[in-house]
């Protein structure tokens, strides 16, 4: 098929499978194909070809810098830093990782040891020159990174979020010397105090980018006819291919990033207005990942990424290795454990027939009933279900446990559940919310089946899935904003910033200029901007972010702090209207619109959703009895249809399970409604 006009594509590469939501001629396709792992770019160029799109205007998820990370397997790295900070990196934070375990190894450092480099320069904590910088010895360590084969540098000098003089003369005299080596630095990545986190933020950087940049150019390439191609960033926003190629630390989260937005969008589209509260939960083939949407998509300034620190704004999203994929198995002392070691794409759970022979949590769900060969990927995709191997990997795993197959299935589904209940708590009931007061919205493969029983755990009441669930993220990106990011340490008391904002202004006006110059070349005409400040009370060594308004004054300062009292208040228990508070930093944020498609709406008709009904088959939703279920094809449920649990629905990206004691309705925008 030749397209007249430019299609809109959102697609995300997970770990199993690579989804496609694609805005043709005003229609809504999706897709999915198994992830290449050896070269990500070749199912993106097979699912385009599926749908056939030549050309189109693409929004991409993807965990190229992710699977550096998680596999260390990123580019030869050294790290360039201020003479005696060269083991800032391993020293760290001083974290236990286990706290109880008497015997425990941390993960290497990305970076070696004979390749942890200093330089001889010294700036004082306001950034005025102790030590000028040793430019021949500069010249000197330029020899030494091309001898011992370094692929990419990092350079992070004490105190250059305060002056950048040195660290940018460095990176002048290595480009003489070593013109192709990709440099990273920190007062470019990171302009932030903490030297740890510092560090170690721009060493992922340089970790990550001489990867993720072959990626880019390979894709671009490949893509040929494509007419624009962006990448979502961790922080939620779209981003152009030389800026992603550049800061490849800010893709680390993309492709989870992109579920919540999407599951924001369709929620706010449902609700038909901006203020919700929203519980995300996205399974898939490896991992969950779950936030809890307060009103508004939250966002955290730090997060963490194969043990290491990552300090940049991302969704604040918090993963638990429990996926479809993930493999159930005895641990040492005979319990059984599930996750969170996955099967991934290849081989895949059992049922795939890809060699697989451990079971997974998709095993358990067809032994179970609760996935049918006739309604996994709509009957249509390149994955066909052995219902006989599963049973045969369940079988062979509940007679280690003295349990039938159907046993030891629901034994496995109730672990995973445990583990995605214990997640939702984290972000919720931790963090001073009650999960009651929030609609649950899964998505994800793997969301819709396990969606009822994670409500029921948690008292949660109402249900949202989405139209396409299996296919959100990819839909969530195609719906993001284009983003660009930037903050700089200000360290300093409020008192002082309210008696004279000018210091606080001038900052600014340098963040600003730099987002503006990035969205601009990103094609965004008139990008929106936004500030927010990272505070704390005098003598705390964490912050909370608080929203400033723009143009900055005394009176907008003092509302940020009455803000930050709110938030204090919420998160800890208590507030200091009276303490000391200290400005950290000022972060500001531009923004440009996404594609914002508009979902297909239908005038609700009638209740009777019986025409829907393709079949009725048992399920197991207890060791001992076997439930006769419809199921339904979603394809041919209408707005207004309703029906009760149990059931089943199929589609071609997911399989929902309706459990007994649950009602469905379908809204205008053909969302299934779940209640109690």
């Known amino acids: 098929m030749t397209m007249n006009r430019l299609a809109l594509v959102g697609i995300d590469v997970g770990g199993t499978f690579t989804d496609f939501f694609a805005l043709i001629d005003g229609q809504i396709r999706v897709h999915k194909r198994s992830t290449t792992p050896a070269d990500q770019s070749r199912a993106i160029l097979e699912g ?14 993807m965990t190229v ?32 990782p286990h706290l109880y375990r008497l015997s425990q190894q941390r993960s290497a450092p990305l970076v070696a040891d004979e390749l942890r480099l200093e330089a001889l320069e010294r700036l004082d904590a306001q950034g005025a020159v102790l030590t000028p910088l040793d430019e021949d010895q500069i ?9 011992d084969g370094v692929e990419s540098l990092a350079v992070v000098f004490l105190f250059s979020f305060r002056n950048p003089a040195h660290e940018q003369r460095a990176a002048a ?14 007062s470019e990545i990171l302009p932030e105090y903490r030297e740890f986190e510092r560090t170690a933020t721009t060493v992922i950087n340089a970790y990550v980018q001489p990867l993720v940049a072959r990626y880019l150019s390979r894709l671009r390439d490949a893509l040929g006819k494509v007419a624009s191609v962006r990448i979502l960033q961790s922080n939620g926003g779209a981003i152009g291919l030389h800026q992603a190629a550049r800061q490849a630390a800010r893709l680390v989260l993309s492709g989870p990033a992109g579920g919540v937005v999407g599951a924001f969008e369709v929620a706010r589209q449902a609700t038909n207005g901006p203020t919700l509260n929203l519980l995300t939960l996205d399974m898939g083939g490896t991992s969950t990942d779950v936030a809890l949407c307060p009103g508004e998509i ?34 040492a002392a005979g319990g059984l454990r599930v996750g969170p070691r996955s099967a991934g794409a290849l081989p895949g759970p059992v049922c795939y027939g890809r060699g697989g022979v451990e079971p997974t949590v998709t095993d358990a ?14 009957g249509q995709g390149d994955v066909t279900l052995d219902v006989d191997a599963a049973q045969g990997a369940l079988a062979a795993l509940g007679a280690r446990l003295g349990l039938g197959a159907q046993a030891a299935a629901l034994g496995v589904v109730r672990i995973v559940n445990a583990v995605m209940e214990r997640a939702l708590r984290r972000v919720s009931v931790e963090r001073g919310y009650d999960p009651r007061q929030f609609i649950l919205l899964p998505f994800g493969g793997a969301g819709p089946l396990h969606a009822c029983d994670l409500a029921q755990a948690l008292g949660i009441r109402h249900i949202l899935i989405p139209l396409h669930p299996g296919v959100l993220s990819a839909y969530g990106m195609l719906v993001a904003d ?15 910033l309210c008696a004279d904002i000018a210091p606080l202004r001038q900052t600014y006006a340098g963040l600003a200029e730099r987002v503006l110059a990035v969205l601009r070349a990103d094609g965004v005409a008139q990008p929106a901007l936004t500030a927010a400040l990272d505070m704390r009370y005098r003598g705390q060594s964490f912050e909370l972010t608080a929203p400033i308004d723009t143009p900055l004054t005394g009176d907008s300062l003092n509302q940020a702090l009455a803000h930050f009292h709110r938030a204090h208040e919420q998160r800890y228990g208590y507030a200091l209207p009276e303490g000391k508070v200290e400005v950290v930093t000022l972060r500001i944020r531009g923004r440009g619109p996404g594609a914002h498609p508009t979902l297909p709406v239908e005038a609700p008709g009638g209740p009777d959703a019986t025409a829907a009904i393709v079949e009725h088959k048992p399920l197991w ?22 029906f009760v649990g149990p059931a089943l629905v199929y589609q071609l990206d997911a399989t929902t399970v309706v459990m007994p004691g649950w009602a469905v309705t379908v809204d205008e925008y053909h969302n299934l409604r779940l209640s109690r």
């Open 48 to 61: 385009l070809a599926a749908l056939g799109i030549e050309q189109a205007v693409i929004v991409h998820g």
């Open 621 to 642: 939703f207890s060791e001992s009895v076997v439930t006769m279920t419809p199921c339904y094809d979603r394809q041919q449920l209408r707005a207004g249809h309703r």
């Open 173 to 186: 005299i290595l480009q003489q010397y070593l013109p192709d080596l990709p440099l990273s630095l920190s």
């Open 365 to 378: 769900n067809v032994v179970l009933g609760r996935l049918d060969p006739k309604g996994f990927l709509g």
């Open 482 to 496: 284009v983003v660009s990011d930037a903050a700089q340490s200000v360290l300093q008391p409020a008192a002082a």
């Open 298 to 331: 939250p966002t955290t300034p730090e997060s963490a990424i194969a043990e290491l620190p990552l300090r940049l704004p991302v969704i604040d999203i918090h993963t638990v290795g429990a996926g479809g994929g993930s493999i159930a198995e005895l641990d």
């Open 139 to 147: 010249i000197q360590l330029a020899h030494q990174l091309r001898n």
């Open 65 to 96: 810098a992710t699977n550096a990370l998680l596999e260390r397997r990123g580019a030869k790295t050294a790290l360039l830093t201020t003479a005696g900070f060269a083991d800032v990196l391993l020293i760290g934070r001083q974290q236990r």
